[in-house]
T-cell receptor, first 112, second 115 residues
Framework: GQQLNQSPQSMFIQEGEDVSMNCTSS?????WLWYKQDPGEGPVLLIA?????ELTSNGRLTAQFGITRKDSFLNISASIPSDVGIYFC????????????FGKGTHLIIQP | GAVVSQHPSWVICKSGTSVKIECRSL??????MFWYRQFPKQSLMLMAT?????????EQGVEKDKFLINHASLTLSTLTVTSAHPEDSSFYIC???????????FGPGTRLTVL
């Protein structure tokens, strides 16, 4: 099946630093989504991208849908303690009728 | 808006028993709901797609007779884990796709522990 390669697997940063993570796939995705999951909870949608080249912001978060439709990145600026969690990229490889394919996640840890 | 609830939030059961998990979209209608499973420190894996009024579609490797899915209304889907075994212990998360959109909203998950 479809696979998403997400990196890095984990990040240890200082509060206030910027964060960047990305996802790549071997095949074209029509939609890219970025979720955050806190321990013991379901994923919460952060940003949704629907068009190649699209750049979308949500507060301190910015994500882009790659031109090739095979990659996406998420940036977090000026990290704060509540940014700690696991970030997943996800997408629909087809027309959107299917369930989501998830990346393996990036575990963000912020050191005071 | 777009709130999805799951019940129960956690359940412990004995091996061999069946457990039912409910997924409800509270403030919107969803013709399609999805069930995912997440093992510790791993990503979410799609188990099945639940369509209102029709049979669920299961992903390869997921036993349909073990994981019974019913989507009886536009706001409720249930997952029943039949004859549960310790290896079924996992975090089960549902999502609901809002009618007319591609956006999936996730529930808070149900932690199943089978002793």
């Amino acid at each position: 099946g479809q696979q998403l390669n997400q990196s890095p697997q984990s990040m240890f940063i200082q509060e206030g630093e910027d964060v960047s993570m990305n996802c790549t796939s071997s095949s074209i995705f029509n939609t890219w989504l970025w979720y955050k999951q806190d321990p013991g909870e379901g994923p919460v949608l952060l940003i949704a991208l629907y068009k190649a080249g699209e750049l979308t912001s949500n507060g301190r978060l910015t994500a882009q849908f790659g031109i090739t439709r095979k990659d996406s990145f998420l940036n977090i600026s000026a990290s704060i303690p509540s940014d700690v969690g696991i970030y997943f990229c996800a997408g629909y490889p087809g027309g959107g009728a299917d369930g989501l394919t998830f990346g393996k996640g990036t575990h963000l840890i912020i050191q005071p | 808006g777009a709130v999805v609830s799951q019940h129960p939030s956690w359940v412990i059961c004995k091996s061999g028993t069946s457990v039912k998990i409910e997924c409800r979209s509270l403030d919107f209608q969803a013709t399609t709901m999805f069930w995912y499973r997440q093992f510790p420190k791993q990503s979410l894996m799609l188990m099945a797609t639940s369509n209102e009024g029709s049979k669920a579609t299961y992903e390869q490797g997921v036993e349909k007779d073990k994981f019974l899915i019913n989507h009886a209304s536009l706001t409720l889907s249930t997952l029943t884990v039949t004859s549960a075994h310790p290896e079924d212990s996992s975090f089960y998360i549902c999502s609901a796709r809002k009618v007319g959109t591609d956006t999936q909203y996730f529930g808070p998950g149900t932690r199943l522990t089978v002793l």
